[in-house]
């Protein structure tokens, strides 16, 4: 059984701040593949980025970086100097294999950007 | 650009009715999901589709069957609705195999009453 926790429900930060959402995942599958979505209040999910399982290199994009830690089996995005626009749920999401098998999907990090 | 549509944005049914939800991609992607998502639930898998005509049960199947008849279309449909199927369902579609991404549309927000 494939699982993914986002432990945060809710965060609130001042725009400008640094924030990082943490995400936790458990599999069995020595293949598999992490995904971070984003979903704004027009509420379409928008994909931000896919690791898989082989690769533990570090990613930054712009103001997102993406820490993957096999060795804890976590995920987590940070976003820099935030701004209102970041405000959005953000969501963790598991596929294992390369099948045609759905995401396993994290409860969701709801983030706020106070101007 | 990977467009998927969904036929409604709002829907509202009475218990009971059949209900049916219609995605179209136009990508030419093999796999089709349909998920739902629940405050507090995170997105749940109801059903896919790896190919025309067929399909798989996902985590929470009891209650929709779905349908595809053509590569480009692949339809949720609620036999007999019941309030406890009021949710926002959103539709996926991916190329068939690796680690690709799968792009979602817009969602349907069904009101059961």
């Known amino acids: 059984a494939q699982k993914v926790t986002q432990a945060q429900t809710e965060i609130s930060v001042v725009e400008k701040e640094d924030v990082t959402l943490d995400c936790v995942y458990e599999?069995?599958?020595?293949?598999?593949?992490l995904f971070w979505y984003k979903q704004p209040p027009s509420g379409e999910l928008v994909f931000l980025i896919r690791?898989?399982?082989?690769?533990?290199q570090n990613e930054i994009s712009g103001r997102y970086s993406w820490n993957f830690q096999k060795s804890t089996s976590s995920f987590n995005f940070t976003i820099t100097a935030s701004q209102v626009v970041d405000s959005a749920v953000y969501f963790c999401?598991?596929?294992?294999?390369?099948?045609?098998?759905?995401?396993?999907f994290g409860k969701g990090t709801h983030l706020i950007i106070q101007p | 650009d990977v467009k998927v549509t969904q036929s409604s944005r709002y829907l509202v049914k009475r218990t009971g009715e059949k209900v049916f939800l219609e995605c179209v991609q136009d990508?030419?992607?093999?796999?089709m999901f349909w998920y739902r998502q629940d405050p507090g639930l995170g997105l749940r898998l109801i059903y896919f589709?790896?190919?025309?005509?067929?399909?798989e049960k996902g985590d929470i199947p009891e209650g929709y069957s779905v349908s595809r008849e053509k590569k480009e279309r692949f339809s949720l449909i609620l036999e007999s609705a019941s309030t406890n199927q009021t949710s926002m369902y959103l539709c996926?579609?991916?190329?068939?195999?690796?680690?690709?991404?799968?792009?979602f549309g817009p969602g349907t927000r069904l009101t059961v009453t």
């Open positions: 599999t069995r599958d020595t293949t598999y593949y």
């Open positions: 999401a598991l596929r294992a294999g390369g099948g045609a098998d759905g995401l396993t």
């Open positions: 690791r898989n399982s082989f690769d533990e």
């Open positions: 589709s790896y190919d025309v005509k067929m399909k």
């Open positions: 996926a579609s991916s190329p068939p195999r690796g680690p690709n991404e799968q792009y």
């Open positions: 990508m030419d992607h093999e796999n």
